[in-house]
């Protein structure tokens, strides 16, 4: 493998189960359930932690639903719907309850990692188990040799699930983005495919 990643002008196809969760390209029918967890009532919550501060109109759902499903990897990245699999999380098999995405870099083989998650479904691994299954086909179909996330400084809940899945710290932005009319610093985290490789091994 020479870890020069997917090719960049890829649609995603990929469909990956996990024991409780589904992860797929969004549909425009997951567009209400979507919204209503992170431009609803726990919006200011759930975006504190990314750049974006969430949609003003489930349009802007949509438009991110079709983005997903038509750009290539090389464009944005590849998005999934993240769903509960069997209704066990909500009593809704199938429902989407938050994204995670795997992104470009500007070097062959090197991408990041994004993702949110609806508040009620906090605490329960949930994305832990989602970024583990991401962080598999990164390092295995989609052959990359390296996978990073930013996350700020102040998102202490990302930065404890990626420290748990073994990425290190390798330093820190500061003045990374501009958040709610406030500079915020940003840490940088990574994890090479052989270093994941010995950790899924162990």
Known sequence: MTGRGPDRAALNTYR?????????????????????????????????????????????????????QTERYGESGFHWAIRDRTGSTTGSPGIAIGMISA??????????????????????????????AV???CFGELNQVKVEAEIFTTNSRSKALVERLGMQLEGTIRSSHLKRGEWVDAHVYGILRAEWTALRSS
Do not use: C
Not at 43 to 60: A, K, M, N, Y
């Open 135 to 137: 962080l598999d086909l």
């Open 16 to 68: 990956i189960e996990t024991e409780r969760l589904v992860l797929e390209v969004p549909s425009e029918s997951d567009a209400p359930a979507l919204f209503s967890l992170v431009g609803g009532d726990d919006r200011q919550e759930v975006t504190s932690g990314l750049i974006w501060d969430g949609p003003d109109e489930i349009s802007e759902t949509i438009g991110f639903i079709h983005q997903a």
């Open 103 to 132: 992104r470009p870099s500007d070097q062959p083989g090197r991408g990041d990692v994004g993702y949110w998650l609806g508040k009620p479904y906090w605490g329960n691994g949930i994305m832990r188990e989602a970024l583990t």
